[in-house]
């Protein structure tokens, strides 16, 4: 079970951290991804670990960063920068031996928490 935790209200320009803590596994385990989806709109890829590989969309380079505690069973999403396009709700989620072709695909992943709803005003 993934939790997902951290969303808010948050003025453009600021700071979030997001976190989702697995219970029952590992996170050492798995490849690690964060989605987001907004009213009106498909899933979308923001984030992802894979083993010591990180990757991001493209318009959260450099504004983003994914990071994940093994000890903790803990994924980190820390947004900084935050715009009002990045309204969203978002989802961690957990796949498996995934690859750089296909770790931005959602359907990829088959363990998901259950959303943490970020609002940028403007």
């Known amino acids: 079970q993934l939790q997902a935790s951290g969303g808010g209200l948050v003025q453009a320009g600021g700071s979030l951290t997001l976190s989702c803590a697995a219970s029952g596994r590992t996170t050492s385990n798995y490849d690690m991804g964060w989605f987001r989806q907004a009213p009106g709109k498909e899933r979308e890829f923001v984030a992802a670990?894979?083993?010591?590989?990180?990757y991001y969309l493209d318009s959260v380079k450099g504004r983003f960063t994914v990071s994940k505690d093994n000890a903790k069973s803990t994924v980190y999403l820390q947004m900084d920068s935050l715009k009002p396009e990045d309204t969203a709700l978002y989802y961690c989620?957990?796949?498996?031996?995934?690859?750089?072709?296909?770790?931005?695909?959602?359907?990829?992943?088959?363990?998901w928490g259950q959303g943490t709803l970020v609002t940028v005003s403007s």
């Open positions: 670990i894979r083993r010591g590989t990180i």
């Open positions: 989620a957990a796949g498996a031996s995934l690859l750089t072709s296909t770790i931005r695909n959602p359907t990829n992943y088959f363990y």
